[in-house]
Every structure is written in structure tokens, then in C-alpha cells.
């Protein structure tokens, strides 16, 4: 497909990264030369500098053609204007990137009015998923399908737990619980396993099921989530405004240190349940002053990646608390991964994961489009729910006699609303939901789970 990217900043490499390798061609502009010529370079897309709001710049970037249209710079207000004119201009798609919570009300009117088909927050997106964390401290990662019915949860396996030599089935029949074990990361491999897969202290699981059957499956491990019912956050910026709406509404005590006192006061005036704290959040003395040693959860949010990395690292020292960092810039995800921190958020990637859901629904051909998306284990796996719609080559036939790619499970059939835990009897139906989780990359139809 055409997309045109309008911004070079994190979000909008981050998406090129995503939709280069699938395939598609792009066009990058942005108002600073150096970007454009770096992301060109890097993803063989065709550059071009300029204000992406002008009708001109849009005509060169072929916007007239374009199937998908997408401005993430780092203003609001130029990219529902981007998208406008998009719109007005050809007849694609339009994704905006808004972050402001002055416009978080108001999101669904503006989408409706301006005709923009996705407005994504990654602020808000951020904000949601460290709350699904501190909802369920023992994950590493949640995420949610089914319009939340059904979670996918990582966490890692410890000797206490006495997984390790056991193969997967010997766990199940053990455990008599109705989740699936889909995916098991060890050291740098990523392996869908079957039955017979043997697992082994500290590997990373991710595990599938209705919300009852995962708590269910943590409880008969043992590994009984301790309620989280405070939270101390360091950085006072979009996210900590939105998670802390969230949270307060749900009767957490929250407080906040942030640096600036301006931010603190508009802090203040916005959050009047939350205590507010002006001061420096790398400060020793003020974080155990303010009661970091007794947190239930310690969320680190400030602009500096190292910051948030370090903060973790030091709370992890002088609390139990639920350990939460936020990364935006830093690349080494596979050694941030081995540190001592109970979850990584990654803004960037969540905005890109939900584009591209959109991207591969809209390019879908036949009747069963791509409902959810989830880029896993960074980006090495994927976890897909298709919407069946038609019928196909896969529907009213048992699992058992699908001839099913190499590396791929399906781990859940979400039937009305009833969740089922696929067995070789089961088949797909039209109107069901599927869960699929793989290493295979690009799967745009529910056919592609087969071999060709």
C-alpha cells in the first residue's frame, strides 16, 4: 500500500520501521531536512521536506494516490489539520496523533467532524497499559483481546514455582486450568512450544485465557498478586496526568514528584485528589522521605530514559513495590530486559502496534479482518485476534485437520462472548473472534495461518 508518514520524530520512525518491513511504500516528510534524509535512507522510503499541512507538499508526497495517510508530529493541532487536508485532498485514510488531555473528551466529535478515520493518544494508550500492571502486579506485560475478555500475560518462571523439567503438558494436566502457554522466551530464542516442550527456570512465559481461568492459573502457582493500593510517581508529564485520573478513580493513593513548579501547580488544579510533590525525583533523600520504602508501586515517568532505568533499579534496592519504567529513546531492549525491573513501557511501540492493526485490517481482501494486534517479545512474535466474517478454508473445519504454519498456535476462539481454549474437536465459525500467536510476520487474513 501508499502510506505517507507526516513527523520523523520517534512515533513516526518507529511506524516506518513496522511498515517497511511489511512491504508497503512510504513517504516520509517532516520540516527538518536532517530527518527526512535519515529516515529515507534507513527505510528506502521517499523523503521530502516540508510542512505536511501544505496542499502543495501534500500533492508531491502523492497524497492523491495514498491508501493511508498518517501525521504524528509532535503538535495536535497540525495533525488534525494534516489530515483535514488529506482528506479534502484524496481519498485516503487519515491517522492523527493527539495528545493534549484537554482533548481527551472531545475525541470521538472531533473524529466524526474532521472525518479522520484513527485519532491515537500515546500518552493515554502509555497510561492505560502501566494501569492493567498495577491492576495485576505479577505480569511483566498484559495485553487484552476479546474487548477485554481475554488477557495474554508474561512473567517469569521461578525456581519456587517448579515448572523447570517439566514438559508443557505435564504443567496443564498438573494444573487443570484452561489457559495456554503460548510463547516462551529463552535467553535470545522465541519458541511457540507444543506439549512436549520442556520448560526451565526463568524462562519467560506469556499464557492466554479468559480473565476468571489467568487469575485462576496465578493462584494455583502460587503466585498470589499482592494488592497494589498507592502508587509514588516521579515525572509529572502527560502520562502521570492520565494514569493519575485513572487511578484515582479507582481509590488508589497517589502522589506525584515533578521538578517544575509551574507543571506542579497546573498538576495540582487538574488532580485535586492526588498529593503533589515539587522537587527533584533523582533525589535519594526526597524519594525515601516521601515514602518510597512503603509504595506499593513506584512508576517512573520522567523525560530521561537513563532516569527511569536508574530510579527502578534504586527503588528495587529499598522497596517491594511494583516497579514500572517508561522508555522512549533507548535501543537496547534486550539488555534493559535482563534488568531487575518488573515491567518496560514502551510508548512508541504501543502507538505503532495500533496503527498497524489498523493498516492490516484495511488491507485485508476478504471477510475477516485483523480486530487486534500486539507486537511480542520485541517484535519477534505477534499475537493477532482475527474478526471471522466469511466463510474460508479454515472455517467449519476441526483444528486438528487445519494444516497450520510451523511456529504458530491458535489460543483462543471467543465465541458470542463465550471464551473457548481450542482443542482438535473445536472449529472456527463465522461471527467467532480467533487469537493467534507467531513468529510468522505479515499475517493479514485468518488463510494465512495456513500452510500454502
Known amino acids: 500500500m501508499n502510506i505517507i508518514i507526516v513527523g520523523c520524530g520517534k512515533v513516526g520512525i518507529s511506524l516506518a520501521e513496522r511498515l517497511s518491513a511489511e512491504g508497503h511504500d512510504l513517504v516520509m516528510v517532516d520540516v527538518s531536512a536532517k530527518k527526512v534524509e535519515n529516515a529515507s535512507n534507513r527505510f528506502d522510503a521517499l523523503g521530502l521536506v516540508g510542512n505536511g499541512a501544505s496542499f502543495e507538499v501534500q500533492q508531491e508526497a502523492g497524497v492523491d494516490k495514498a491508501d493511508i495517510f498518517i501525521a504524528v508530529t509532535g503538535a495536535d493541532e497540525l495533525n488534525l489539520l494534516c489530515c483535514l487536508m488529506a482528506k479534502k485532498s484524496g481519498h485516503c485514510s487519515t491517522i ?3 495528545r493534549n488531555p484537554m482533548y481527551s473528551q472531545e475525541i470521538r466529535f472531533i473524529q466524526e467532524q474532521l472525518g479522520i478515520s484513527m485519532i491515537i493518544n500515546p500518552e493515554l494508550t502509555a497510561a492505560r497499559e502501566i494501569l492493567k500492571l498495577l491492576k495485576f502486579p505479577s505480569a511483566i506485560k498484559i495485553d487484552t483481546f476479546a474487548k477485554g ?6 512473567f517469569r518462571l521461578k525456581p519456587e514455582i517448579g515448572f523447570g523439567g517439566h514438559t508443557v503438558m505435564e504443567v496443564m494436566n498438573r494444573l487443570k ?5 503460548c510463547a516462551v522466551e529463552r535467553a535470545s530464542d522465541v519458541i511457540i512450544p507444543n506439549g512436549s516442550f520442556v520448560l526451565q527456570d526463568s524462562d519467560v512465559l506469556s499464557i492466554v485465557g479468559s480473565l476468571e481461568n489467568t487469575a485462576q492459573f496465578f493462584e494455583k502457582i502460587g503466585v498470589r498478586s499482592k494488592k497494589v493500593k498507592n502508587s509514588l510517581i516521579i515525572g ?4 502521570a496526568h492520565y494514569l493519575a485520573l485513572e487511578l484515582l478513580k479507582i481509590g488508589f493513593r497517589v502522589r506525584i514528584i515533578e521538578q517544575k513548579r509551574e507543571r506542579c501547580e497546573y498538576l495540582t ?5 492526588a498529593d503533589i510533590i515539587n522537587g527533584d525525583g533523582s533525589d535519594e ?3 525515601l522521605e516521601e515514602g518510597l520504602s ?8 520522567t523525560g530521561l530514559d537513563e532516569e527511569n532505568i536508574f530510579l527502578s533499579l534504586f527503588a528495587k534496592k529499598h522497596s517491594s513495590a511494583k516497579l514500572i519504567a517508561k522508555v522512549n529513546r533507548i535501543a537496547f531492549n534486550d539488555v534493559i530486559d535482563s534488568l531487575d525491573i518488573d515491567s518496560v513501557i514502551y510508548p512508541k511501540y504501543l502507538t505503532a502496534d495500533y496503527i498497524l492493526q489498523y493498516v492490516r485490517a484495511f488491507q485485508n481482501s476478504i471477510g475477516s479482518n485483523v480486530e487486534t494486534l500486539y507486537k511480542l517479545l520485541d517484535g519477534r512474535a505477534e499475537a493477532l485476534e482475527f474478526s471471522i466474517r466469511e466463510p474460508s478454508a479454515v472455517t467449519d473445519v476441526p483444528l486438528m485437520n487445519l494444516n497450520l504454519k510451523e511456529n504458530l498456535l491458535i489460543c483462543c476462539i471467543n465465541r458470542k462472548g463465550t471464551i473457548l481454549t481450542p482443542r482438535g ?3 472456527i465459525k463465522v461471527g467467532d473472534t480467533v487469537i493467534v500467536v507467531t513468529t510468522n510476520r505479515g499475517l493479514n487474513d485468518i488463510r494465512d495461518i495456513l500452510k500454502d
Not at 475478555?149 to 508474561?154: A, K, P, Q, S, W
Not at 509529572?236 to 502520562?239: D, F, L, P, R
Not at 488544579?269 to 485528589?273: A, R, T
Not at 512503603?294 to 515517568?301: E, F, I, K
Open 269 to 273: 488544579e487538574m488532580l485535586p485528589g
Open 149 to 154: 475478555r481475554v488477557e495474554l500475560l508474561r
Open 96 to 98: 492523527a496523533r493527539v
Open 285 to 287: 533523600g526526597l524519594l
Open 425 to 427: 474437536q473445536n472449529m
Open 177 to 181: 486450568t484452561d489457559v495456554l502457554i
Open 294 to 301: 512503603t509504595a506499593d508501586s513506584v512508576v517512573a515517568l
Open 236 to 239: 509529572g508529564g502527560t502520562i
